[in-house]
């Protein structure tokens, strides 16, 4: 029987690097529509008379659908082939876009949203495992960069993206480009990746059911909760289900995950993932509420200003695990959150933006130096024919780790500001004070990074 890793390896370097640069739009398009609905959240609303329930499940229901069908999603590219997974989510991706773009009513975008996600599911865990098994050293290093490169640029794309296709307006489309902008990048993406992508499988066993439906109830009981910020008890319920899921997968002849992938190395890594992605989240998210809500910025302008975050986060990560320096990158971006709270402590607001934006940069840079080799430690290690399941896993724990964040770091912020952002009458001065607050927990976990990068 023909080696599915010597295929893999098989052709041409040039290849290689096309078929990465198609995997990598990919990504790029599934995070983007992650982020880049968040925009366009008012405009649905009105347009559809959705209430604000009802908006909240149009990002939920991606977020939900996405992060509880990874571990399957890279396991059945293990079993059945991850360039046919991954063509298969990128059309399913498309398709649904389209549907959402079309949709008439709250319900029907909420539907297509969920199987967006789902569809997400299937395409983004099958890039890190083609990363895996297509490179080898040095090439695998670079190629994990530009992974990190493409997550820093499509995490500050969206915003930016989705203020201008809001503000131009192509063929009076409002709020639906946003989701047709997938439709063109997708075909692109399948023409290319088609005839460049090769081949590659684990060994043939079968796909644990039973575990896969308990791992889907069990991270939509933890992950629910956070999202909609509401149902705590739940999350007493998906911890009890994961611990069930793991006495599962110990009998289980063909597990969904593997025990043996969990080993030190990447429990630690995992660990690490978690608090780097939870603290960015939970900032991001506290960031904005400061310069839209308390500096009355426009979310096109407040995007903007993250720019220089996202461009210093591309910059490093393709250099990041060539410096190897996680431990650094830490320190660094525990100097720019120290500098975030000074700025908006002790800055006058008229002068803050400009203050910020080196901030900012300086953030994006030490980000950067984590997030690849952070990337490659984690994946480090693991069999070629299970790289789709650790893939998954990977990608899993940051969707827990930037659900957390938001629910963790957004509720201090708003038990510190005394309301929620939408309260009338709150001044900017009680704004600068929760930022400063809640920006200070953020900086707990960027040295909890650094330490734990530290102790690998």
């Known amino acids: 029987m023909r080696n599915p890793r010597a295929a893999v390896r098989g052709g041409t370097d040039a290849r290689k690097w096309i078929a990465l640069v198609s995997v990598l739009l990919a990504t790029f398009m599934g995070l983007l529509d992650a982020a880049i609905v968040t925009v366009a959240v008012p405009s649905i609303q009105q347009d559809l008379r959705a209430s604000f329930g009802?908006?909240?499940?149009?990002?939920?229901?991606?977020?939900?659908?996405?992060?509880?069908?990874?571990?399957?999603?890279?396991?059945?590219?293990?079993?059945?082939?991850?360039?046919?997974?991954?063509l298969v989510g990128v059309t399913l991706f498309v398709l649904t876009s389209v549907a959402c773009s079309a949709a008439p009513a709250a319900p029907v975008l909420i539907g297509a949203r969920v199987f967006q996600g789902l569809a997400a599911a299937v395409m983004l865990p099958q890039v890190l495992s083609i990363i895996q098994n297509a490179f080898t050293g040095p090439a695998r290093a670079s190629a994990l960069g530009g992974y990190g490169a493409t997550i820093g640029l499509a995490s500050i794309s969206g915003q930016i993206a989705g203020g201008l296709l809001l503000a131009w307006n192509p063929a009076g489309l409002g709020w639906r480009a946003v989701f047709l902008v997938n439709v063109p990048i997708g075909l692109l993406v399948m023409a290319v990746a088609g005839r460049t992508v090769t081949e590659s499988r684990g060994a043939r066993s079968r796909l644990d059911l039973a575990g896969a439906g308990l791992l889907a109830v069990a991270l939509t009981a933890l992950l629910l909760p956070p999202v909609l910020s509401r149902g705590l008890p739940l999350l007493a319920v998906g911890v009890v289900l994961l611990v069930l899921f793991a006495l599962v997968e110990r009998r289980a002849a063909d597990p969904l995950?593997?025990?043996?992938?969990?080993?030190?190395?990447?429990?630690?890594?995992?660990?690490?993932?978690?608090?780097?992605?939870?603290?960015?989240?939970?900032?991001?998210?506290?960031?904005?509420?400061?310069?839209?809500?308390?500096?009355?910025?426009?979310?096109?302008?407040?995007?903007?200003?993250?720019?220089?975050?996202?461009?210093?986060?591309?910059?490093?990560?393709?250099?990041?695990?060539?410096?190897?320096?996680?431990?650094?990158?830490?320190?660094?971006?525990?100097?720019?959150l120290a500098s975030v709270v000074l700025i908006a402590w002790h800055i006058p607001p008229r002068h803050q933006v400009a203050w910020?934006?080196?901030?900012?940069?300086?953030?994006?840079?030490g980000e950067g130096l984590v997030a690849a080799p952070l990337i490659g430690r984690v994946l480090s290690g693991v069999d070629p024919a299970e790289a789709g399941a650790a893939g998954g896993v990977l990608l899993t724990a940051t969707q827990i780790a930037n659900a957390s964040g938001v629910a963790l770091i957004g509720g201090l912020f708003a038990r510190v500001l005394g309301g929620t952002p939408a309260t009338p009458g709150i001044p900017f001065t009680e704004y600068a004070h929760a930022t400063a607050i809640t920006t200070s927990a953020v900086l707990v976990l960027a040295v909890l990074t650094g330490l734990l990068a530290r102790t690998r």
Do not use: W
């Not at 995992?270 to 426009?298: D, E, I, P």
């Open 54 to 86: 009802e908006v909240q499940l149009v990002s939920a229901g991606y977020t939900l659908a996405y992060a509880v069908g990874l571990v399957t999603g890279g396991r059945l590219g293990d079993l059945y082939g991850r360039r046919r997974l991954f």
């Open 257 to 336: 995950v593997p025990l043996r992938l969990l080993t030190r190395r990447l429990t630690r890594g995992l660990l690490t993932v978690v608090a780097f992605y939870s603290g960015n989240a939970g900032f991001f998210l506290l960031l904005a509420y400061h310069l839209q809500a308390g500096l009355g910025q426009s979310p096109l302008d407040s995007g903007l200003i993250f720019a220089p975050l996202g461009i210093g986060f591309a910059v490093t990560s393709l250099l990041g695990k060539r410096l190897n320096a996680p431990v650094p990158g830490a320190a660094l971006m525990a100097v720019s």
């Open 356 to 365: 910020l934006l080196p901030a900012l940069a300086l953030s994006g840079l």
